[in-house]
């Protein structure tokens, strides 16, 4: 079991050493300012503050940032460019004597060697930007050669910034790896200009402040000088004296606030130095250095300048982010690279592209998250759009997910966008199309089947309310029932009644007294058409039929109403036919007799002539006057 331990401990060493394990090792403090800074990235691959347009004095920053992290600043594309296909694809010259660089253009050209270092990319020093000129010589041109110290002045006595510019002039050569008289001369200056209190202006006569002393600290240590020279100690010593109650540090004495750019370099100075900027030895009561900066780091990644208050938070997110990586200038890329997502990411998303719906309501879900250890997810700036049309609104939103039901969609294709931002201001939009068939019911309804063979004749069938449309039956067969379809303008169905008294009933066709012409036209009285009284009702207008309100239903056609009178008349038939024959036995019961009426002749002779009998045998007609 013993033997196994070795084993073991170089897999668990090999394991740390891996990218995977960096990446899962790195503080989320470093993720969180590389998540700020994709944000800030441009299409042209540098970065700036607000504008859209990369800034050359800031990108260089940037770089080193980014390297700082243990990530290649040459992998960070977008659109194709990355930072350093930025600086070489511009006018560096052009950007050295720009306002934006503070007209300091050696300290531009000392910042631009420290990237391409950073970067991995040394070679480039020499042949840099669109005209492929040599930063070294270009630096190197700025240089006093009475005494070898750097100044952005070309007349005079060349002490505007010269402290300033001597710094950054001996952290590029050591980044260039340039040796010799030049950087020994730069060098032995710079320690000449060592105040009393043991800090460094930013030129001779200036008054000493923290960042330009503990900068000071990392060139001369980067130009040989040993940590524990007197020149380092006193300098540290000031930075103690220096620093505030809450372990932060200002920039000059009478400043009332700690600075995080001011807290950052006196780190990297303590760090180069030696030191150890998170331990007791720097502490004010629980707080320290380290601690002091990391509280500074808002949620977006950025750095506030002090507590409360951010200024030029791109730039004071580098410089912190140096620091707290602990590397010190110049450094050039970690041989165990990382590049690890920035973006958010789904980690589900529907209704799923091409998915289709027979429903017109349709829940949108989503889950996601941010890159492994970023910012995380802002809620108030995710946004949904649905065909176009911002509807955030509605919906149910939060850092993780988000659900939205939608309503009344039409049938078609249809689309969902969702668009997921991190506190830094990266993010990511995904689209789905989806697809809402819903079957539409028909207007009318359906053609009737044909009518089946037979021999023996049915009686025909009288449809109730038909749809305003819809096919047409088909034939019906030999012998079978035959359907009566009512015509496509309405008409009033009325029932005949037998009426003893004499009340007038209409006739189905033609005239009748009181009717004249009905149903081919005219209008009847609704008291004569519903004899129960009420009026044709619209709604059966739809039905080419009208029907009486309040009068129940009444759907018979023609055919219908005329048989219906037919069979109406036959008691007034009988009743004709019963008294005619009364009448004609009480004739034939007189004249059995021989009795002679009054006025002349018997009953059969008055009979007889009425037929138009008498005068063809004879008979002579009865007096004037007979009844």
């Given at each position: 079991?013993?033997?196994?331990?070795?084993?073991v401990?170089?897999?668990?060493?090999?394991?740390?050493?891996?990218?995977?394990?960096?990446?899962?090792?790195?503080?989320?403090?470093w993720?969180?300012?590389?998540d700020y800074?994709?944000?800030?990235?441009?299409?042209?691959?540098?970065?700036?503050?607000?504008s859209?347009?990369?800034?050359?004095n800031?990108?260089?920053?940037?770089?080193?940032?980014?390297?700082?992290?243990?990530?290649?600043?040459?992998?960070w594309?977008?659109?194709?460019?990355?930072p350093v296909?930025y600086?070489?694809?511009i006018?560096?010259?052009?950007?050295?004597?720009s306002?934006?660089?503070?007209?300091?253009?050696p300290?531009f050209?000392?910042?631009?060697?420290?990237?391409?270092?950073?970067?991995?990319?040394?070679?480039?020093?020499?042949?840099?930007?669109?005209?492929?000129?040599?930063?070294?010589?270009k630096?190197?041109?700025?240089r006093?050669?009475?005494?070898?110290?750097y100044?952005?002045?070309?007349?005079?006595?060349?002490?505007f910034?010269?402290?300033?510019t001597?710094?950054?002039?001996?952290?590029?050569?050591?980044?260039?790896?340039?040796?010799?008289?030049?950087?020994?001369?730069?060098?032995?200056?710079?320690?000449?200009?060592?105040?009393?209190?043991?800090?460094?202006?930013?030129?001779?006569?200036?008054?000493e402040?923290?960042?330009?002393?503990?900068?000071?600290?990392?060139?001369?240590?980067?130009?040989?000088?040993t940590?524990g020279?007197?020149?380092?100690?006193?300098a540290l010593?000031?930075l103690?004296?220096?620093?505030?109650?809450?372990?932060?540090f200002?920039?000059?004495?009478?400043?009332?606030?700690?600075?995080?750019e001011?807290?950052?370099?006196?780190?990297?100075?303590?760090?180069?130095?030696?030191?150890d900027?998170?331990?007791a030895?720097?502490?004010?009561?629980?707080?320290?250095?380290?601690s002091?900066?990391?509280?500074?780091?808002?949620?977006?990644?950025?750095?506030?300048?002090?507590?409360?208050?951010?200024?030029n938070?791109l730039?004071?997110?580098?410089q912190?982010?140096?620091?707290?990586?602990?590397?010190?200038?110049p450094?050039?890329?970690a041989?165990?690279?990382?590049?690890?997502?920035?973006?958010?990411v789904?980690?589900s998303f529907?209704?799923?592209?091409?998915?289709?719906?027979?429903?017109?309501?349709?829940?949108?879900?989503?889950?996601?998250?941010?890159?492994?250890?970023?910012?995380?997810i802002?809620?108030?700036a995710?946004?949904?759009v649905?065909?176009?049309?911002?509807?955030?609104?509605p919906?149910?939103?939060?850092?993780?997910?988000?659900?939205?039901?939608?309503t009344?969609?039409g049938?078609?294709?249809?689309?969902?966008?969702?668009?997921?931002?991190?506190?830094a201001g990266?993010?990511?939009?995904?689209?789905?199309?989806?697809?809402?068939?819903v079957?539409?019911?028909?207007?009318?309804?359906g053609?009737?089947g044909?009518?089946?063979?037979?021999?023996?004749?049915t009686?025909?069938?009288?449809?109730t309310?038909?749809?305003?449309?819809?096919?047409?039956?088909?034939?019906?067969?030999?012998?079978?029932?035959?359907?009566?379809?009512?015509?496509?303008?309405?008409?009033?169905?009325?029932t005949?009644?037998?009426?003893?008294y004499?009340?007038t009933?209409?006739?189905?066709?033609g005239s009748?007294p009181?009717?004249?012409?009905?149903?081919?036209?005219?209008?009847?009285?609704?008291?004569?058409?519903y004899?129960?009284g009420?009026?044709?009702?619209?709604?059966?207008?739809?039905?080419?039929?009208?029907?009486?309100?309040g009068?129940?239903?009444?759907?018979?056609?023609?055919?219908?109403?005329?048989?219906?009178?037919?069979?109406?008349?036959?008691?007034?038939?009988?009743?004709?036919?019963?008294?005619?024959?009364?009448r004609l036995?009480t004739?034939?019961?007189?004249?059995?007799?021989?009795?002679?009426l009054?006025?002349?002749?018997?009953s059969?002779q008055?009979?007889r002539?009425?037929?138009g009998?008498?005068?063809?045998?004879?008979?002579?007609?009865?007096?004037?006057?007979?009844a």
């Amino acid at each position: 079991m013993r033997k196994l331990w070795p084993a073991v401990a170089l897999a668990v060493c090999i394991g740390l050493l891996s990218p995977t394990a960096a990446l899962a090792a790195r503080p989320k403090t470093w993720t969180h300012s590389l998540d700020y800074f994709h944000a800030r990235q441009r299409q042209s691959g540098g970065f700036s503050e607000s504008s859209q347009t990369s800034d050359a004095n800031i990108t260089p920053w940037v770089i080193l940032a980014i390297s700082a992290t243990r990530e290649n600043p040459s992998q960070w594309k977008l659109g194709g460019a990355s930072p350093v296909s930025y600086l070489q694809g511009i006018d560096l010259e052009a950007a050295a004597a720009s306002t934006g660089t503070q007209a300091n253009a050696p300290s531009f050209y000392a910042k631009c060697i420290l990237a391409y270092k950073a970067s991995g990319r040394p070679d480039l020093v020499y042949s840099a930007g669109s005209k492929h000129i040599d930063l070294v010589a270009k630096l190197n041109s700025y240089r006093y050669s009475v005494d070898g110290h750097y100044s952005p002045s070309t007349s005079g006595s060349h002490a505007f910034a010269a402290t300033n510019t001597t710094i950054w002039a001996i952290l590029a050569l050591k980044a260039a790896g340039e040796t010799g008289t030049y950087m020994d001369e730069a060098v032995t200056w710079l320690r000449n200009q060592q105040s009393a209190n043991g800090g460094w202006g930013s030129q001779s006569g200036a008054e000493e402040d923290v960042d330009d002393t503990a900068a000071a600290v990392q060139a001369l240590i980067a130009g040989g000088v040993t940590p524990g020279a007197a020149v380092i100690s006193d300098a540290l010593t000031f930075l103690h004296n220096r620093q505030r109650s809450d372990a932060g540090f200002p920039s000059l004495a009478g400043d009332g606030h700690s600075y995080a750019e001011s807290t950052a370099w006196a780190i990297q100075a303590i760090t180069a130095s030696g030191g150890d900027p998170g331990s007791a030895a720097w502490a004010k009561g629980s707080a320290t250095p380290v601690s002091f900066l990391t509280a500074r780091q808002l949620k977006s990644g950025a750095y506030e300048h002090r507590s409360g208050v951010l200024a030029n938070s791109l730039m004071t997110t580098t410089q912190a982010t140096i620091a707290i990586t602990g590397r010190i200038f110049p450094f050039g890329m970690a041989s165990d690279t990382v590049h690890s997502s920035y973006k958010p990411v789904f980690a589900s998303f529907k209704p799923a592209g091409g998915a289709r719906f027979t429903t017109h309501d349709v829940t949108v879900t989503a889950r996601y998250h941010d890159n492994s250890g970023g910012t995380g997810i802002k809620a108030s700036a995710v946004r949904v759009v649905v065909d176009g049309k911002n509807r955030t609104g509605p919906a149910s939103v939060s850092s993780s997910g988000l659900t939205l039901k939608l309503t009344g969609l039409g049938n078609g294709s249809h689309s969902v966008t969702i668009k997921l931002v991190d506190r830094a201001g990266n993010t990511l939009s995904k689209t789905h199309e989806f697809t809402v068939s819903v079957p539409t019911p028909p207007h009318g309804g359906g053609g009737g089947g044909g009518g089946g063979g037979g021999s023996t004749p049915t009686p025909p069938v009288y449809p109730t309310a038909q749809p305003t449309s819809g096919g047409g039956g088909g034939g019906g067969g030999g012998g079978g029932p035959t359907i009566i379809t009512p015509s496509s303008t309405p008409f009033a169905t009325m029932t005949p009644t037998y009426d003893p008294y004499g009340t007038t009933t209409p006739y189905p066709y033609g005239s009748s007294p009181g009717v004249s012409g009905y149903p081919l036209g005219d209008t009847a009285s609704p008291g004569a058409l519903y004899p129960g009284g009420g009026s044709p009702s619209p709604a059966a207008s739809t039905s080419g039929q009208l029907q009486p309100s309040g009068g129940g239903d009444r759907h018979i056609p023609m055919a219908g109403l005329l048989g219906g009178a037919l069979v109406a008349l036959i008691p007034i038939g009988a009743a004709g036919s019963f008294l005619m024959r009364k009448r004609l036995l009480t004739t034939l019961s007189g004249a059995g007799h021989g009795k002679v009426l009054p006025g002349g002749g018997s009953s059969w002779q008055r009979f007889r002539h009425r037929l138009g009998l008498g005068a063809r045998h004879g008979a002579a007609p009865p007096a004037d006057g007979a009844a």
